[in-house]
């Protein structure tokens, strides 16, 4: 059974600083995927990425950086964080060679930034 | 570039009643269509995906490429299908992965 984790499902942050989401999955997944939840704006990707050290931008990468150092971990970075990035976040992880619709998604991280 | 629009943000039925929940998308190639559901803290996950034509927990979906249509159905509404309802679109590279896009969500209601 494919795993998808999320290091925290919350986090309160104050504006300003820098924050780190961590994904981990042990499936050997080549494909993570860092998604936004918002009420009414629905899903909405940040950033993704296909291999280690590869990383491509999604719908809405301002503001946000990401880091794939090793296969299983994919990190979402806030360098300074802002109010208007308080939300959900979920991340997924997929195979190489499959669509994206084998995506798998973790729990998810409820950020607050104060 | 692709969307998926979900026109209804929130659908309450009453239990025992048919339910439709709409999804339109636009994109000039073919695309990949799912409906992806969340119940309520728990996490997101797959429900169906029109390649397959397959009714999971009674919902069917069809692709209608004349109407740019991915409308989910299912004949008789039960209280466990309270839900957040997603429409995705994808659009395969083959050079990697590319993401999904996601509908706004349709707040699913069923009133026993």
């Known amino acids: 059974d494919v795993k998808v984790t999320q290091s925290s499902r919350y986090l309160v942050k104050r504006t300003g600083e820098k924050v780190f989401l961590e994904c981990v999955q042990d499936?050997?997944?080549?494909?993570m995927f860092w998604y936004r939840q918002d009420p009414g704006l629905g899903l909405r990707l940040i950033y993704f990425?296909?291999?280690?050290?590869?990383?491509e931008k999604g719908d809405i990468p301002e503001g946000y950086s990401v880091s794939r150092e090793k296969k299983e971990r994919f990190s979402l970075i806030l360098e300074s964080a802002s109010t208007n990035q308080t939300s959900m976040y979920l991340c997924?992880?997929?195979?190489?060679?499959?669509?994206?619709?084998?995506?798998?998604f973790g729990p998810g991280t409820r950020l607050t930034v104060t | 570039a692709q969307r998926v629009t979900q026109p209804e943000k929130l659908l309450s039925v009453f239990k025992g009643a048919p339910v439709e929940l709409k999804c339109n998308y636009s994109?000039?190639?073919?695309?990949?269509l799912f409906w992806y559901v969340q119940y309520s803290r728990q996490r997101l996950q797959l429900l169906l995906r029109h390649i397959s034509r397959e009714s999971i927990k009674g919902f069917t979906a069809d692709l209608n490429k004349g109407e740019t249509s991915f409308h989910l159905k299912k004949p008789f509404a039960q209280e466990e299908d309270s839900a957040m309802y997603y429409c995705?679109?994808?659009?395969?590279?083959?050079?990697?992965?590319?993401?999904?896009?996601f509908g706004k969500g349709t707040h699913l209601i069923i009133q026993p």
């Open positions: 990425s296909y291999d280690v050290k590869m990383k």
């Open positions: 499936m050997d997944h080549e494909n």
């Open positions: 997924a992880s997929s195979l190489r060679d499959t669509p994206a619709y084998e995506q798998y």
């Open positions: 995705a679109l994808s659009v395969y590279s083959g050079g990697g992965a590319d993401g999904l896009t």
């Open positions: 994109y000039s190639g073919s695309p990949e």
